[in-house]
């Protein structure tokens, strides 16, 4: 599936946004299911978000709905994630990952592989 290369984080304000970016090699990317996780210092590993392949159907953790957007470019390889209204407890490093269905963001299943993430500090 190649690899996987995240952007696009940085240090904000709470209330403030950030659009994160993966950017894909692959050429199924079309295909690919793929979603956001995110991990803080001393914390396991928790989904934020997925999408699925064509017709890429959104899914999301209920601590961001209403304030996050995946979306996905298939003809840039890229998926996106648009931050808005954030807050402290956002605060950690976000990878891209691809895995084999949304379900994982719930627990059930894994993820296949990740790039090497991207830090999201959220000041208060």
């Not at 957007?69 to 840039?76: E, L, M, Q, V, Y």
Request: hydrophobic share 30%.
């Amino acid at each position: 599936q190649g690899q996987l290369v995240e952007s696009g984080g940085g240090l904000v304000q709470a209330g403030g946004s950030l659009r994160l970016s993966c950017a894909a090699s692959g050429r199924t990317f079309s295909m690919y299911v793929m979603g956001w996780f995110k991990q803080a210092p001393g914390k396991e590993r928790e989904g934020v978000s997925c999408i699925s392949g064509n017709p890429g159907r959104t899914y999301y953790v209920d601590s961001v709905k209403d304030r996050f957007t995946i979306s996905r470019n298939n003809r840039r390889r890229t998926i996106y994630l648009q931050m808005t209204n954030l807050i402290p407890d956002d605060t950690a490093v976000y990878h891209c990952a691809t895995t084999a269905a949304c379900e994982v963001l719930y627990g059930r299943g894994r993820y296949d592989s990740w790039g090497q993430g991207i830090q999201v500090t959220v000041s208060s």
